[in-house]
């Protein structure tokens, strides 16, 4: 950890974190975008019993420890590095819009929908809330019986992803079609992290009337 915190990141004010059970499906994790892009080390612990001692463990050296799957990325004061260094855009009000749609028709399954800045290639994740447990230690304490109510995850959308830009264009016209994308988008995030989704029979209606729908556009 000692060398961690001695290549930190200008602007890094944390030791990030993720854990799971697979090294492969954590390297893959869309959660780690944003801080692949500014050359951010994060500390993938596969072993079980990291996501309790990461849970307890106050700080390393006036560190404190922070999951990538947790509240916001704080990636803000991290430059970009190379190539990827740019001014970041400002979110289009129809994109802004969209989010406000997402949210509203997901309703009590997420606890928010918001413009991500974590994300840089996949359109969606999930994370957790600022106040709730991390994403790894929640499964483990549910597994193990230990949690009555899991916490209701945040949704979060790459604004700058072109399929996110087209829904957006769409204003409110096909409002079923943008349902049944909301859902998706959703199930999408849920997939990425290891979960199913959330209805299984709900999810390949959804996906049967996605498929017809591109098939008759010509």
């Given at each position: 950890l000692a060398d961690y915190v001695a290549a930190m990141k200008e602007g890094q004010k944390a030791i990030y974190?993720?854990?799971g059970d697979e090294r492969a499906r954590l390297e893959s994790s869309p959660q780690l975008e944003g801080f692949k892009a500014r050359g951010v080390e994060v500390l993938l612990l596969t072993d079980p019993i990291d996501a309790f001692w990461t849970a307890n463990?106050?700080?390393f050296e006036g560190k404190p420890f922070k999951s990538v799957t947790q509240g916001g990325a704080e990636l803000a004061d991290i430059p970009l590095s190379g190539a990827e260094a740019k001014d970041k855009p400002q979110i289009p009000a129809e994109v802004e819009g969209f989010l406000a749609f997402v949210k509203e028709t997901l309703g009590d399954d997420v606890s928010d929908v918001r413009a991500s800045d974590?994300?840089?290639e996949s359109a969606?994740?999930?994370v957790a809330p600022d106040d709730a447990l991390d994403r790894q230690f929640e499964r483990l304490l549910s597994a193990a019986g230990r949690l009555d109510t899991a916490s209701?995850?945040?949704?979060?959308?790459?604004p700058s992803h072109p399929r996110i830009a087209a829904l957006a264009k769409l204003g409110e016209a096909e409002p079923e079609f943008r349902s049944d994308v909301a859902h998706m988008l959703y199930d999408e995030a849920r997939v990425l992290d290891?979960?199913?989704p959330l209805d299984a029979k709900?999810?390949?209606q959804r996906l049967a009337r996605l498929i017809e729908r591109g098939l008759s556009v010509k």
């Open positions: 974190f993720m854990t463990a106050p700080e974590r994300l840089t969606v994740c999930l209701k995850p945040i949704l979060e959308v790459n290891g979960e199913r709900a999810f390949s």
